[in-house]
């Protein structure tokens, strides 16, 4: 079955950076769209990015102002997120997240907190 394992979040003081990792199981990683989410408190889940199968072209949400890289290791089956210049309003769950057969698939996120 599908699974993503995220990892790699933590408590960081702003301006800082974080590498976020998602490890992925159970379908063809290598040919499918991976995307970014974040939730933050009282706030509905958004998309961060998403990373294309092929080319590795990404896409980012308007907020993310060229601060976030998202890149894939298709050999590892591994999805990452690098974030920089990190604000307080980037505290969030982040998820990683597969559409698969028609379903949407989510890891159990990774708490990242921007805080002095």
């Known amino acids: 079955q599908v699974q993503l394992v995220e990892s790699g979040g933590g408590l960081v003081q702003p301006g800082g950076s974080l590498r976020l990792s998602c490890s992925a199981s159970?379908?063809?990683?290598?040919?499918?769209?991976m995307s970014w989410y974040r939730q933050a408190p009282g706030k509905e889940r958004e998309l961060v990015g998403t990373?294309?199968?092929?080319?590795?072209?990404?896409n980012y949400a308007d907020f993310v102002e060229g601060r976030f890289a998202i890149s894939r290791d298709n050999a590892k089956n591994m999805v990452y997120l690098q974030m920089t210049n990190l604000k307080p309003e980037d505290t969030a769950i982040y998820y990683c997240?597969?559409?698969?057969?028609?379903?949407?698939?989510w890891g159990q996120g990774t708490q990242v907190t921007v805080s002095s």
């Open positions: 159970g379908f063809d990683f290598a040919n499918y769209v």
């Open positions: 997240n597969v559409y698969y057969f028609d379903k949407m698939y």
């Open positions: 990373i294309s199968w092929y080319e590795d072209s990404t």
